[in-house]
């Protein structure tokens, strides 16, 4: 089983440079999850869909944008991307809600804004 | 606001003792909490859930206490393995939230 696959996996970008992170989960899981983590910081959810089609903000949303075309699929994207938002992305997907299920990972996407 | 703290300094023990770590919150009120296992590089793998309702909650050689009136959350590694070693991360909350602590490394010598 794949579980939660992330795209790309590292990727360095200049600042004002735009792009997307793929996210894919084979789980039929209905919430996805976007986090990023940085050293000292637990993980702080940046957005996160309840099912397909829908997106809401969780607690670092500016900068980012994301969508949920289909199920299996949580996109995230920077616009307009800043040093600030140098760190580890992980994408996530529950069963359903978000503390009261297992939350599966993905390995992450390590990017860099220079 | 809600806080969660895990220590933050690294746990060494000897392969065979018991692993013991802490996870404390204040201003929150969690109707669960899970750990996870973080592994340098890689994404954090589900563990243990335990309810509020829940005193102790027990897998193979992982263990969970979950003490709402202390707000305190206890994760036991017994016969610990040098396998073991990775960052511990405990997380709680109710349906519409999640909140992860930044995570306890832990190190078990041969």
């Known amino acids: 089983n794949a579980g939660v696959t992330q795209t790309p996996k590292f990727r360095v970008l200049k600042t004002g440079q735009s792009m997307t992170l793929l996210c894919a989960q084979d789980m039929n899981h209905e919430y996805m999850y976007w986090y990023r983590q940085d050293p000292g910081m637990g993980l702080r959810l940046i957005h996160y869909?309840?099912?397909?089609?829908?997106?809401a903000k969780g607690e670092v949303p500016d900068g980012y944008n994301v969508s949920r075309l289909k199920k299996q699929n949580f996109l995230l994207g920077l616009e307009s991307a800043a040093p600030s938002q140098t760190s580890v992305y992980f994408c996530?997907?529950?069963?359903?809600?978000?503390?009261?299920?297992?939350?599966?990972f993905g390995d992450g996407t390590r990017l860099s804004i220079l | 606001s809600q806080k969660i703290e895990q220590n933050s300094e690294a746990l060494n023990i000897q392969e065979g003792k018991t692993a013991t770590l802490t996870c404390n919150y204040t201003n929150y009120s969690p109707a669960y909490l899970q750990w996870y296992r973080q592994d340098p590089g890689r994404g954090p793998v589900f563990l243990l859930l335990?309810?509020?309702?829940?005193k102790e909650k027990r897998k193979e050689r992982l263990k969970v206490t979950f003490d709402t009136t202390l707000k305190q959350s206890l994760f036991h590694i017994t016969a610990s393995q040098p396998a073991d070693s990775a960052t511990y991360l405990c997380a709680l909350g109710n349906t519409d939230k999640l909140i992860f602590g930044t995570g306890t490394r832990l190190q078990v010598f041969p």
């Open positions: 869909s309840v099912g397909e089609g829908t997106t």
């Open positions: 996530a997907s529950s069963f359903f809600d978000r503390a009261s299920q297992p939350q599966h």
């Open positions: 335990i309810r509020e309702n829940e």
